[in-house]
């Protein structure tokens, strides 16, 4: 076999894809310069021809030697029967455990009782060969809105967090807007109330704003906490910085921060022991993954936000704790049961205040290569490359997010324990979680950082569906996977029917004719919605405001201006169903009622309405593709929190709602999960 041979075997058998087809439909053939990067970033040997013939020959023999595939996915409270190699002598322990609860023999095949949901270790020996194997013990499906809500469909609204405003917040949204702003709305009917991720951002890393760009995705952003909210330990809010249409993270983060420290200071010395041991519970809880995210942020604060650059001694968990690193972590640890609770609070205000659902919250795709999330659980992780996306509909340009990516062996030798304390941590409290690129789930396309083409590499697809099922049904939330970008064929179907609902963004819904996809032809497995944080809103669609900003950053010259604002007149008419001619008669806020009303009374289960196209916004929060060109992440919603469900507007979207049977209030059949 000749070396580009060996090494494409290689590839292949560690699920990276030879080519994959771009935009334009062009198949794009994965170079073995890429092979190898990638091959690297799994931990793999390719440093000579000679390596990779081992490499793989490794690989195949111990794959042969394997009487039971080394993870195996079953259906949970049912009883299962595994395929293995001869006779057997097996046991099996469950998630948490060591004492065997079910054993027994088999020839050509393992009779499993039924099992709880989880993650299990099937142990089995034939002669001198002893194995264990993972099981996934997974429900059949995520929940549905009628088991989670008692309802077959309903709307909501969807805010960017830090864009809220009201009298007592001091230019930063906070978690009490957010409880709120959700109250006044499930008042209005909606089922829920989206938001951007909530992730930790970091402590250290205060130039940060990105709510996709985490520090760690399973602990929170302490920026968004109230504190005038905090009973007992702070006498109101730090000074408001309100001045100018964008937020001032850094005077905000200032004046917080400062504000934090001194709540804490009060907490320390009159705390009650109630507060004291509720706080302890939360810690004990919390275990040693809060324990470590903890100790990051202490270090990261003398030692600087990438750990990467720190002393060889820190560079891990386990070596920062051997060379006898400060517990100063307390303060931090405080501030995630600050934060978490008041997350929490605002949940229970949600539905309390008439929303099925509650809380609709956002899984980043991942976490920043120099984060909490990435130091913690470093061993699991690819080397040497980011997550990113090829050129595509949202990013012509392709996109490298400098995210961390999951090595899936490296990661299945750990039984997805990091990202299973992620999904747990975040469903806690939301009714809907959306995962980001959700088409990550099936691929990935990995960008190595020594300049060689990106390239697709497979996950354990399966598996990771398994996994977020098990977490959604202990925490009853439905699950929306953003199923946008260059999908594989099967792939929406796949995850339908393990009961994910679809991402369905009217914007990017065309017939082969260019034409708009009507309402009632979309997904009904699905969330639907006009746009989203990256794309323009109703009111800047209309006006061509992200037309105008592509020419601004000379992303198109003045031809490709004209021809776009052509284009966009006719998708103005398709969308409104005039004749361009009668385009001068209407306004944004036509197209806007007649898309909400579409959507209404369309099959799609979710109905998303953006807060911004509400209160008849131009500006998008987001231009992919920039980073400072554009304002980014700063755009404050302009009218106050207190204020925004009694508007007109949002009373009239409501009653478009009403009547196409999407009331949202909460329903009394709601299921009950474990």
């Known amino acids: 076999m000749t070396a580009d041979r060996s090494l494409a075997a290689l590839a292949s058998f560690c699920g990276v894809f030879d080519r994959f087809l771009d935009l334009e439909g062009v198949t794009r053939p994965t170079s073995p310069d890429t092979q190898r990067a990638l091959l690297r970033a799994n931990g793999l040997d390719v440093g000579s021809e000679a390596a990779v013939r081992d490499t793989l020959a490794a690989l195949q023999a111990e794959q042969e030697e394997r009487l039971i595939p080394q993870e195996i996915v079953v259906t949970c409270d049912t009883p299962n029967v595994l395929r293995c190699e001869g006779e057997v002598d097996w046991h099996l322990t469950l998630e948490k455990t060591t004492r065997p609860v079910a054993w027994g023999k088999g020839d050509g095949e393992i009779a499993l009782p039924p099992l709880r949901a989880g993650v299990h270790c099937l142990h089995i020996q034939s002669g001198k060969r002893r194995q264990t194997t993972t099981v996934i013990a997974t429900p059949a499906r995520t929940p549905s809105l009628q088991e989670s809500a008692g309802q077959e469909r309903c709307w909501g609204v969807v805010a960017p967090l830090y864009g809220l405003q009201s009298r007592r917040n001091a230019g930063l949204g906070d978690f009490e807007d957010l409880a709120q702003l959700a109250e006044g709305l499930g008042a209005q009917g909606a089922g829920f109330l989206g938001i951007n991720p909530v992730h930790a951002l970091g402590w250290a890393a205060q130039d940060t704003i990105s709510p996709y760009s985490p520090s760690h995705r399973g602990f929170l952003n302490t920026a968004h906490i109230a504190l005038d909210r905090l009973p007992g330990l702070s006498d109101g809010a730090p000074p408001s910085n309100k001045d100018g249409p964008l937020i001032d993270y850094a005077a905000h983060s200032q004046a917080h921060r400062a504000a934090l420290r001194t709540a804490f200071d009060q907490f320390q010395q009159s705390a009650s022991d109630a507060e004291k041991e509720a706080l ?395």
């Open 280 to 674: 302890a519970r939360f810690t004990q809880k919390g275990g040693a993954a809060l324990e470590v995210f903890a100790l990051f942020e202490e270090l990261s604060t003398h030692l600087g936000q990438d750990w990467r650059h720190w002393p060889e001694e820190k560079r891990t968990p386990e070596a920062a704790r051997a060379s006898g690193s400060a517990s100063e972590s307390g303060f931090h640890l405080w501030l995630q049961w600050v934060a978490d609770h008041q997350l929490r609070e605002a949940q229970r205000r949600a539905q309390e205040g008439g929303m099925a659902l509650g809380l609709y919250l956002d899984l980043a795709v991942g976490a920043r290569l120099d984060g909490a999330e990435a130091w913690g659980a470093a061993d699991t992780l690819a080397q040497g490359v980011s997550l990113g996306a090829p050129p595509d509909h949202l990013s012509p340009a392709g996109q490298n997010w400098q995210l961390a990516a999951y090595a899936p062996l490296k990661l299945a030798a750990r039984t997805y324990q990091p990202l299973r304390q992620v999904l747990r941590q975040v469903l806690r409290h939301c009714g809907v979680l959306r995962i980001d690129h959700a088409l990550g789930l099936n691929r990935s396309y990995w960008i190595p950082e020594d300049g060689s083409p990106g390239g697709y590499i497979r996950q354990p697809f399966q598996s990771l569906m398994a996994l977020i099922a098990i977490e959604a049904q202990r925490a009853g939330a439905v699950i929306v996977g953003e199923d946008l970008g260059l999908v594989p064929d099967g792939f929406r179907d796949t995850m339908a029917a393990k009961g994910f609902y679809g991402y369905t963004v009217l914007q990017y819904e065309k017939t082969d004719a260019g034409h708009f996809r009507k309402a009632q032809a979309l997904r009904p497995q699905s969330l639907a919605c006009f746009g989203t944080h990256d794309t323009p809103t109703i009111r800047g669609f209309w006006t061509g405001r992200d037309i105008d900003w592509w020419h601004r950053l000379d992303w198109i010259d003045d031809d490709g201006k004209d021809r776009a604002q052509e284009e966009r007149k006719a998708e103005k008419a398709d969308l409104l169903g005039v004749p361009d001619a009668q385009l001068t008669q209407r306004d944004a806020s036509d197209l806007r009622d007649k898309v909400h009303l579409d959507l209404a009374q369309g099959p799609a289960a979710l109905v998303a309405v953006q807060l911004d196209d509400v209160l008849d916004v131009e500006e998008a929060q987001n231009l992919p593709g920039t980073i400072d060109a554009h304002p980014n992440w700063r755009r404050k919603i302009p009218v106050d929190v207190d204020e925004i469900a009694t508007q007109d507007v949002m009373k009239k979207t409501a009653q478009i709602m009403a009547d196409a049977g999407r009331s949202g209030l909460k329903a009394k059949t709601r299921k009950e999960f474990p």
